[in-house]
C-alpha cells in the first residue's frame, strides 16, 4: 500500500526537550500527553475534541481525560485551535517539513530541467513525481472554515510574571464574585508565588489576567470539594496539616478520656 506523500513514518524527537517540557508532570498526564502528540502526527492535522472517544483512545476514563486535558490546556501544552485540540510543537514540525518538501521540490525541478535539455523522458517522469510529492500544507482540523487568526507559533510563547504585577480592576471584579477582599489577597500572593517558583515553560503566560481567572475558578472549584468532604475551604496545604493534626489530637484524646 502507497503511503501519502502528506505523511511521514517518523518524526524528529529530541530526548532533552521533551524530558524538560514533562518534567513535573504526573504519569497518567505524560501518557495522555504522548497519545494525543502521537494522533496528531498521525493524523497530520488537530483532533477533534471529543473527550468520549480521546478518552478511549488514551486508555483512561473520561472524567480523568478531562481533568488532565484542562491541566494540559491551562499548561499550554495542549492548545485549542481552530475547533480541535493541536500542539505548538507538533506545528513546528510540521512547519520545518513544508521548508524541507520545499527545498526538496526546487531541487527536483531543477534535476527535470536539466533533463530536459537532455530530453530523457525517463528521468523527466521521475523527477516530475518527485516535484508532485513533495509539497503540502499545514494541517488544520477537519470540516473547520478557514480562519484569519494567526498561527499559534508565530505568537509569543509568553513570559515570566513580573514581580510587582497585581490583578486589574477587571481582575479583581472577576475574583470578587466568589471570593471576599482578603481571601482575594490570600489568593493573588499564592499565585504569584506559585508561578515565581515554577521554570520554563510552565512558568509563562501570553495573557496572566486570563491566567489568573483560571486559578481563581480552580480555587472555587477546590472549595467545592473541601466542603464535600468535610474540610475547611480555602486553606493553604500548611494550615490544611496544622488543622488536620489538631483535629487528630483532639479524636485522641476523646478516646483517652472515654
Known amino acids: 500500500m502507497s503511503r501519502s506523500p502528506h505523511k511521514q513514518p517518523y518524526v524528529r524527537f529530541f530526548a532533552s526537550d521533551w524530558l524538560a517540557g514533562t518534567r513535573g508532570m504526573r504519569a497518567a498526564e505524560v501518557g495522555v500527553y504522548i497519545t494525543m502528540i502521537a494522533m496528531m502526527y498521525e493524523r497530520c492535522e488537530p483532533l477533534p475534541e471529543d473527550h468520549k472517544r480521546l478518552s478511549r483512545q488514551c ?109 486589574d480592576d477587571r481582575d479583581m471584579m472577576e475574583a470578587g464574585t466568589y471570593f471576599d477582599p482578603e481571601r482575594i489577597k490570600t489568593e493573588v500572593r499564592s499565585f504569584k508565588d506559585h508561578y515565581e517558583q515554577r521554570s520554563g515553560e510552565f512558568a509563562k503566560s501570553r495573557n496572566w489576567s486570563k491566567t489568573f481567572h483560571k486559578w481563581i475558578r480552580n480555587s472555587v472549584e477546590r472549595d467545592a470539594k473541601d466542603r464535600a468532604h468535610g474540610k475547611t475551604p480555602g486553606q493553604s496545604s500548611a494550615e490544611k496539616r496544622v488543622a488536620d493534626f489538631e483535629a487528630g489530637a483532639a479524636r485522641a484524646l476523646a478516646r483517652f478520656e472515654e
Open 59 to 167: 486508555g483512561c476514563t473520561t472524567k480523568a481525560f478531562q481533568n488532565i486535558l484542562e491541566s494540559l490546556v491551562f499548561d499550554e501544552k495542549i492548545i485549542r485551535h481552530e475547533g480541535g485540540l493541536w500542539n505548538k510543537r507538533v506545528e513546528k514540525e510540521f512547519v520545518f517539513r513544508q521548508k524541507k518538501s520545499s527545498t526538496n521540490r526546487e531541487a527536483a525541478e531543477k534535476r527535470w530541467g536539466k533533463s530536459s535539455e537532455n530530453n530523457d523522458p525517463s528521468v523527466q517522469t521521475q523527477c516530475q513525481d518527485d516535484a508532485k510529492s513533495m509539497p503540502y500544507q499545514i494541517p488544520k482540523a477537519r470540516s473547520q472554515k478557514e480562519s484569519n487568526t494567526p498561527s499559534h507559533n508565530a505568537r509569543e510563547f509568553g513570559s515570566f510574571i513580573s514581580p510587582d504585577w497585581e490583578p
